[in-house]
């Protein structure tokens, strides 16, 4: 399939996500001024659910839990970017939204011998279990992104605990273990209370980015593309998010110019550990 042909298909099949969507806004991680589908009635002092149920389909046995490689020494509590000198970046994607988009991303990712990382929202992955093992298996990464996508930052330390622990919860039970990486949701980097408590849970290292790709606002996905490759260099962290419709479209011809670049799109832990 040449390249403008894929640009075509992956257009056609965000057209197809965003009217199964019917409309309804996605969540960015942006800021206070971002668009978020349902967290506006969302409990934030919900406690801990561990014992309880995904709250809507049934997600198959969880596979056996990856074995990843040891991270360098030295590495800070949040982490923008990786080294400078080699030729790899990471594309993060927030992971929440429809199913159909998210899988219209990964599979392009993979026809391009890509690999990627996704921070799951936890109420994603309650509407959405099979996505766990969706990402897995096509040798991404999988990490944690809260469970409601609230304000983290804002909230009291035993309700970002919860939000925390509960998103890890879900990704044990449809996996076997909890991922490598938390980014907080609503914010660029996490507060020392949010880091403490994301160590608690067993997130040594926050997972922040370089590049802001901004797609959550819908802009476009000529705006899209420019915007990250406007802005990558060697090692960067590229925030992306599941979804939005001018991502999916924008897709191929980020990666495209990724690779005229001599640039490779890798997962955070292979960024960090080559």
Same mark, same amino acid.
């Given at each position: ?11 056609? @099949?965000?057209?197809?996500? /965003? @009217? ?12 206070? @001024? ?70 219209? /991303?990964?599979?392009? +990712? ?24 969706? +990402? ?13 996508? /609230? ?85 960067? +962290? ?37």
């Amino acid at each position: 399939m040449t390249f403008l042909h894929r640009r075509t298909v992956l257009r056609a @099949a965000a057209g197809g996500a /965003l @009217a199964g969507a019917a409309g309804a806004a996605v969540a960015g991680c942006g800021g206070d @001024a971002e668009r978020s589908a349902g967290s506006s009635h969302a409990p934030a002092h919900a406690s801990a659910q561990a014992s309880h149920p995904p709250a809507h389909g049934v997600a198959a046995p969880p596979g056996p839990p990856l074995l990843l490689p040891k991270l360098p020494p030295g590495l800070p509590a949040q982490i923008e970017h990786g080294p400078r000198d080699g030729h790899a970046v990471a594309l993060t994607f927030h992971g929440r939204g429809d199913a159909r988009t998210a899988n219209a /991303l990964l599979s392009e +990712v993979e026809r391009a011998g890509a690999r990627v990382t996704v921070l799951a929202v936890g109420d994603w992955l309650d509407a959405q279990p099979k996505m766990a093992r969706r +990402v897995l298996d096509g040798g991404h990464e999988l990490g944690n992104h809260t469970m409601r996508h /609230l304000s983290v930052c804002s909230m009291s330390a035993k309700a970002a605990y919860a939000e925390i622990a509960e998103c890890a919860d879900r990704l044990r039970r449809l996996t076997g273990g909890i991922g490598r990486w938390f980014r907080p949701s609503r914010a660029r980097r996490a507060t020392d209370q949010v880091a403490r408590l994301a160590r608690q849970v067993g997130y040594p290292h926050v997972l922040s980015y370089d590049v802001d790709s901004l797609d959550f606002t819908d802009p476009g996905a000529e705006v899209v593309r420019r915007t990250v490759l406007d802005a990558v260099r060697p090692g960067s +962290v590229v925030s992306l998010h599941f979804g939005h419709a001018g991502t999916v479209a924008a897709l191929p011809a980020i990666l495209d110019g990724l690779h005229r670049r001599g640039l490779r799109a890798v997962t955070t832990t292979e960024l960090l550990t080559r």
